[in-house]
């Protein structure tokens, strides 16, 4: 089975703007925006085999790469405030994926944690994603799973996430986390285009950052 997948590795330590300057504003004022990205794979899009198959019933589809133009600089489209269109967000590709992070790290608090945004236009469609995080400060895992979401067609989705109760395999309690993983859920649930494929993230805001400098830390 053919699958088109991009991996990029990019250099920790990029910055987010200043809330101050989001011309969308999120529901809650406090943490701070994606400011690394450690990690995109791009999927794909599937498109139908044959002129009339909808008409007819017939299901052989195809997978396809994702347009050039939506793997230009993956950074600026996930980094920093929510963005205003599709055409300004990621766009992860069916079974593709993007690990993102604070600046130093993130914690479990009162209400939701982590709020990911896809920005709103009137030719989206429900799409399902799946969040995981992790303490790891390589991103190598244990990935905990933390959400199995779906987007709001035509609105201006901020999905919010909680993360507690999260434990180790051995029962600890797990508090602080470094990257979060934003996976499209591969719903497959229309014919997919491929400038637009698979969920669309352009934000992701941690409610409870904390003050660990990753910066200092070897991860090679």
């Not at 590795?9 to 011309?23: V, Y």
């Not at 709020?115 to 799409?127: A, F, G, K, S, Y």
């Not at 035509?154 to 996976?183: A, C, Q």
Request: hydrophobic share 35%.
């Amino acid at each position: 089975m053919h699958k088109y997948i991009l991996c990029v590795l990019f250099i920790i330590g990029l910055t987010s703007p200043a809330s101050a300057a989001c011309q969308i504003n999120s529901p809650y004022k406090q943490g701070e925006y994606a400011a690394q990205i450690l990690d995109f794979v791009a999927g794909y899009w599937i498109s139908m085999l044959g002129e009339n198959a909808i008409d007819y019933g017939i299901t052989f589809r195809e997978k396809k790469p994702l347009h050039m133009f939506r793997l230009i600089n993956p950074g600026a489209r996930v980094l920093g405030c929510p963005k205003t269109s599709l055409d300004n967000a990621l766009t992860l590709g069916h079974e593709g994926y993007v690990i993102v992070g604070p600046k130093n790290c993130f914690r479990n608090g009162p209400g939701p944690d982590i709020l990911v945004h896809e920005p709103r236009t009137d030719i989206n469609t429900n799409e399902s994603f799946n969040v995981y995080i992790t303490e790891d400060y390589k991103g190598k895992g244990p990935w905990y799973k933390v959400a199995s979401e779906q987007t709001v067609a035509s609105s201006n989705n901020f999905l919010e996430i909680d993360i507690s109760g999260i434990k180790t395999e051995r029962g600890y309690p797990l508090e602080e986390f470094t990257w979060v993983k934003i996976e499209d859920a591969n719903s497959q649930v229309v014919l997919s285009n491929r400038r637009y494929s698979g969920f669309d993230v352009s934000a992701v805001q941690f409610l409870h950052p904390c003050r660990i400098n990753v910066s200092l830390l070897d991860l090679r």
